[in-house]
T-cell receptor, first 111, second 111 residues
Framework: QKEVEQDPGPLSVPEGAIVSLNCTYS??????FMWYRQYSRKGPELLMY????GNKEDGRFTAQVDKSSKYISLFIRDSQPSDSATYLC???????????FGAGTRLFVKA | DTAVSQTPKYLVTQMGNDKSIKCEQN?????MYWYKQDSKKFLKIMFS???????INETVPNRFSPKSPDKAHLNLHINSLELGDSAVYFC??????????FGQGTRLTVV
C-alpha cells in the first residue's frame, strides 16, 4: 500500500462546475498537507498549504483535512478552462524534510 | 525574476554518457531537493540538502551524485546514463523544511 493514494483520473468537468479532488493516506504522523498544480511541461506550483485538520480557503480554492479519516480534499469552485492541469496532493510530518506526493489527478475543464 | 532555475531545460544524450544538471535558487531558502518525475507523473524525492548537508538520500543508484557548493546551488551529476533514467528532474527549495517551491524541470531523454 502506498503512503499516499490519489486517483489519477482523468477527471473531465464542464466550465463552472465544482471540482472535488481527494487523497487518502496511511501515515498518521503526517501533519502538513499541500496541494500543487502542475501544467503540462511545467514545474509543480504550490496552491494550498495547511497544518493539521480543518479547512482553508483561498479564492475559488478550499482545502480540507480530516485527520481522523486520513483524508484530504481540494475543492475548486466555478472551475475555468485555465484550471485544466494535474493536481498533486503532498504531505509530511512535523520536523521532517521529506514530502510524499500523490500520483496526481489530471483535470480537464471544458468550455 | 526566476525563483528556482534549472539548466538545461532539455537534455538528450546517449546511453553511457555522463551529464550534469544545475539548479540555483534566489529565495534565501536553506534546503534544496532533487525530485524525479516519471512518465506517469509520479513525483519522487531523490536527495535533499539542508545548509549544504545531505539529509535525504533515497534509494537511488550511486550513478547519481548530488553536490551543493553553497545554500543557493544544488547540482546533480549522473554517470553512465541508462535508458531508464529518462524522466523529468525537478529541483526544489524550501525554508526550514516548509513547503517546497519547484523549478521548471529538466527533461532528460537517454537514447
Amino acid at each position: 500500500q502506498k503512503e499516499v493514494e490519489q486517483d489519477p483520473g482523468p477527471l473531465s468537468v464542464p466550465e463552472g462546475a465544482i471540482v472535488s479532488l481527494n487523497c487518502t493516506y496511511s501515515n498518521s504522523a503526517f501533519q502538513y498537507f499541500m496541494w500543487y498544480r502542475q501544467y503540462s511541461r511545467k514545474g509543480p506550483e504550490l496552491l494550498m498549504y495547511t497544518y493539521s485538520s480543518g479547512n482553508k480557503e483561498d479564492g475559488r480554492f478550499t482545502a480540507q483535512v480530516d485527520k481522523s479519516s486520513k483524508y484530504i480534499s481540494l475543492f475548486i469552485r466555478d472551475s475555468q478552462p485555465s484550471d485544466s492541469a494535474t493536481y498533486l496532493c503532498a504531505m509530511k510530518g512535523t520536523g521532517g524534510f521529506k514530502t510524499i506526493f500523490g500520483a496526481g489527478t489530471r483535470l480537464f475543464v471544458k468550455a | 525574476d526566476t525563483a528556482v532555475s534549472q539548466t538545461p531545460k532539455y537534455l538528450v544524450t546517449q546511453m553511457g554518457n555522463d551529464k550534469s544538471i544545475k539548479c540555483e535558487q534566489n529565495l534565501g531558502h536553506d534546503t534544496m531537493y532533487w525530485y524525479k518525475q516519471d512518465s506517469k507523473k509520479f513525483l519522487k524525492i531523490m536527495f535533499s540538502y539542508n545548509n549544504k548537508e545531505l539529509i535525504i538520500n533515497e534509494t537511488v543508484p550511486n550513478r547519481f551524485s548530488p553536490k551543493s557548493p553553497d545554500k543557493a546551488h544544488l547540482n546533480l551529476h549522473i554517470n553512465s546514463l541508462e535508458l531508464g533514467d529518462s524522466a523529468v528532474y525537478f529541483c526544489a527549495s524550501s525554508l526550514r523544511g516548509a513547503e517546497a517551491f519547484f523549478g521548471q524541470g529538466t527533461r532528460l531523454t537517454v537514447v
